[in-house]
């Protein structure tokens, strides 16, 4: 129902940066009031909220694990969401998923998992010592 399109995603050694871009359906930007929002999830562990942003303040929310090292944005004339992951650690090792839920308040988009609707397909984040 909502296109996500993640890209950006590789291998990097530690203290290096990477720059993730979810494009995301046009209506997210243009229609409706949406919460945007970065997950992350190694196998066998449960999905985990990375950051968060609101599509009409630009309001924004980090787990305390990346904040000061993350920076969650957003250009809504061109309908895409960025994550600039900086300082980056072994331990930032993690599939990483574009998410999206309608959003009526800036309070609506806290990073739960279980309050987002829609997801990207992942895109693999390795961080090398």
């Known amino acids: 129902q909502v296109q996500l399109v993640e890209s950006g995603g590789g291998s990097v050694q530690a203290g290096g940066s990477l720059r993730l871009s979810c494009a995301a359906s046009?209506?997210?930007?243009?229609?409706?009031?949406?919460?945007m929002a970065w997950f992350r999830q190694a196998p066998g562990k449960e999905r985990e909220g990375v950051a968060a942003?609101?599509?009409?303040?630009?309001?924004?929310y980090y787990s305390d694990s990346v904040k000061g090292r993350f920076t969650v944005s957003q250009d809504s004339a061109k309908n895409t969401l960025f994550l600039e992951m900086n300082s980056l650690r072994p331990d930032d090792t993690y599939m990483y998923y574009c998410?999206?839920?309608?959003?009526?308040?800036?309070?609506?988009?806290?990073?739960?998992?279980?309050?987002?609707?829609?997801w990207g397909q992942g895109t693999q984040v390795t961080v090398s010592s």
């Open positions: 998410a999206a839920r309608l959003g009526m308040a800036d309070s609506w988009c806290y990073p739960r998992a279980n309050l987002y609707t829609s």
């Open positions: 046009a209506y997210i930007y243009s229609k409706y009031q949406y919460c």
């Open positions: 942003i609101w599509t009409e303040t630009d309001t924004t």
